[in-house]
């Protein structure tokens, strides 16, 4: 891997909040395959199956953990409490300088603002230590927690996807948002 995507993941852990963010590791399995299993994790997702076995959750580590070597992307495990979580991670299009975000949480750890420790967590790294421009993400259109989410911490709405992705026998429309490096982040101007 040249230095130019050298995704910076010796900076991790960090922590915020109570929220701990470390690198995934092939020896996460269980973990991933609860929160694969959690509920509401499936509805928020394109590429995981309703219900999701041990197998399943090796194969999706193994190939997270071999992209990260590839520099393609990154996933990172968020904990609290000395129990994991959720994970947010970044596929990263280095020639164009910006990632896709993606992240999930456990059911009963919702509300209580690990995910936005973690979308911040997750954002600073991307912007500040690997030099991104743009860091994206796209929420099907009924998932209203995400949407609060994102427009909590900075991210602006740029459009809809018309049926961008099929799922379940039918085609879903896409709400699409952004954030640039040169755009406020309302968590750095709270602890200004």
Same mark, same amino acid.
């Given at each position: 891997m040249s230095e130019e995507v050298d995704l910076r993941l010796?900076?991790?852990p960090q922590k915020r909040l109570g929220v701990t963010l470390r690198v995934l590791t092939t020896d996460d399995v269980d973990a991933m395959f609860q929160l694969h299993r959690s509920p509401g994790v499936y509805e928020g997702l394109l590429t995981i199956p309703r219900k999701p076995d041990r197998a399943w959750s090796q194969e999706c580590t193994e190939k997270l953990c071999e992209s990260m070597t590839k520099g393609e992307g990154s996933l990172l495990l968020a904990e609290h409490d000395g129990e994991v979580v959720?994970?947010?991670g970044l596929g990263i299009k280095w020639k164009h300088g910006h990632g896709g975000l993606g992240y999930l949480l456990k059911e009963s750890v919702r509300g209580k603002g690990i995910a936005s420790c973690? @979308?911040?967590m997750v954002l600073d790294h991307g912007f500040d230590d690997i030099g991104l421009n743009r860091i994206w993400a796209d929420t099907f259109m009924?998932?209203?927690a995400s949407r609060r989410l994102l427009i909590r911490n900075g991210f602006v709405h740029e459009g809809v996807k018309r049926q961008a992705y099929h799922k379940e026998d039918?085609? @879903?429309d896409v709400d699409m948002w952004a954030m640039l490096v040169?755009?406020?982040r309302p968590w750095k101007e709270q602890q200004a």
């Open positions: 010796e900076r991790f959720g994970s947010v973690m @979308l911040q009924d998932n209203e039918r085609y @879903l040169t755009d406020p």
